[in-house]
């Protein structure tokens, strides 16, 4: 059995945030945890508390323990752009992308 969290429009770049994710994929979720809070990147927080999300949603539904569960899957995908203009030299337009990025984490019982 599985359960699932999801982030939505973090404003962040998906690559940045690919990063970290890698890190705790396949992990015990006792040993994510601490990952992510020694890890110093801005997007380990933001998974942190999506990872604390998946656990207690876990709990909710099922009669699983935090101690028995591993992080079976983490994805992290493009969102939405947030476009915008920068002046540039006589009198031109830069367009700026503020990328944003969606992230699901899946934590199922260990084997």
Do not use: W
């Not at 380990?44 to 009669?63: D, G, M, R, V, W």
Request: proline share 5%; aromatic share 4%; with cysteine.
């Amino acid at each position: 059995m599985a359960t699932s969290a999801t982030l939505r429009h973090f404003r962040m770049s998906a690559r940045k945030v690919r990063l970290v994710a890698d890190m705790v994929r396949g992990l015990p979720y006792e040993q994510a945890v601490s990952t992510l809070k020694f890890t110093n990147k801005k997007a380990a927080p933001a998974i942190l508390k999506l990872l604390q999300s998946a656990a207690a949603n876990t709990e909710e539904t099922t009669e699983l323990a935090a101690d028995e569960l591993f992080v079976r899957r983490i994805t992290v995908d493009e969102g939405r752009q947030l476009k915008r203009i920068r002046p540039c030299p006589m009198g031109r337009a830069a367009r700026i992308r503020k990328r944003l990025s969606h992230i699901t984490v899946e934590l199922g019982e260990r084997p």
